[in-house]
């Protein structure tokens, strides 16, 4: 049961069940099975989340650091358009740079680095510290804590890497118009609409897609959109989806072109998989260090070095033991 529900042993021997892990507001849009198969990883995900973002936020307040303006200075009245050039601005976000880069990865760094230099600490984290507890893209796929002082963004790394910044901005909307909350499913709930426009009009602007050729043939269609994808670091689930949005593509359609994509996607990762079985990958800090990121790793060294920080609450925050937090440091750019 305790495996099973990710909970401490003696917590089933409580007078009373312990509370469900604050999350904000659930967004997400599933069956109900896949939600009650899914709760208690969620739970404990959240729960270690918000456990490191107090550590966090603690430290920042002893640093006397001043709270980030944009954190809930938006609303959603004020329209997708308006909040998407707001949060490039705050961001100074560079779509021309974004697509320079050569890979989604690299895309995807450069993103992430411009949310961190604005005081958002950004994770990766699609598991509760093993492969054998990963967490479907579909049940979970981001985590937005909007909270002025330290604003954290999960993204569910088990998720395609090509999906990482559409979900990074998605997330941030939710912090510019305060809406603390985890995201996942069908975006059914009018906030995680609104969040997936927000980030659309960033990443592929409507007045783009307007210019789109659509064909006749899906085959082709398809062929036109992966091409259109790839040059703009963008997944092609996101491409045909804005098509549907601004009417470009019907409802039937999309739906089969998005499952087809999604069936290609699936027999990508398996492959990739089993060719990646066994064979060496990067060493345990590097994946660590990339999970947690640059804003992260910087503020524990701080306080490390201060005296602020011991190692074990230092393990608490980086998602690692006491005694790997040093080792966790060796080579790091920071």
Known sequence: MAAVYRRPLLSFYLPAAPVQAERGEDFRTLPEEQRVNSAASIDALVRDIRARQSEVRGLL???????????????????????????????????????????????????????????????????????????????????????????????????AKVAWAFTLIHELAHIAIGATGISGGSPEVLVEAFCNEVAGEILLPRAELELFPVAVDDAVLRKDITDFAVLRNVSRQMVVYRLRLIGRVGLLRWREIS????????????????????????????????????????????????????????????????????????????
Do not use: C
């Not at 790793?297 to 011991?310: F, I, K, W, Y």
């Open 259 to 334: 499952r087809v994509f999604r069936e290609d996607y699936l027999r990508d990762r398996d492959e990739r998989r089993a060719r990646e079985r066994g064979a060496d990958g990067p060493s345990y800090y590097v994946v660590r260090r990339h999970r947690v990121g640059a804003a992260l790793l910087q503020l524990v060294r701080r306080n490390l070095d201060e005296g602020a920080l011991t190692p074990t609450r230092a393990g608490k925050i980086l998602g690692v033991k006491a005694r790997n937090v040093e080792p966790l440091f060796a080579g790091a750019a920071i």
């Open 61 to 159: 307040e002893e640093e006397e650091a001043p709270q980030i303006a944009a954190v809930a200075a938006s609303s959603r009245n004020d329209g997708a358009a308006a909040v998407a050039a707001r949060l490039a601005e705050w961001l100074q976000f560079d779509l021309a740079a974004f697509r320079h880069e050569r890979t989604v990865e690299a895309a995807f760094s450069y993103l992430r680095a411009a949310a961190e230099r604005n005081g958002v600490f950004v994770l990766l984290m699609g598991n509760l510290g093993s492969h054998h507890s990963a967490i479907d893209p579909e049940a979970f796929r981001g985590f937005a804590l909007a909270d002025p002082i330290a604003p954290f963004v999960v993204i569910n790394d088990q998720d």
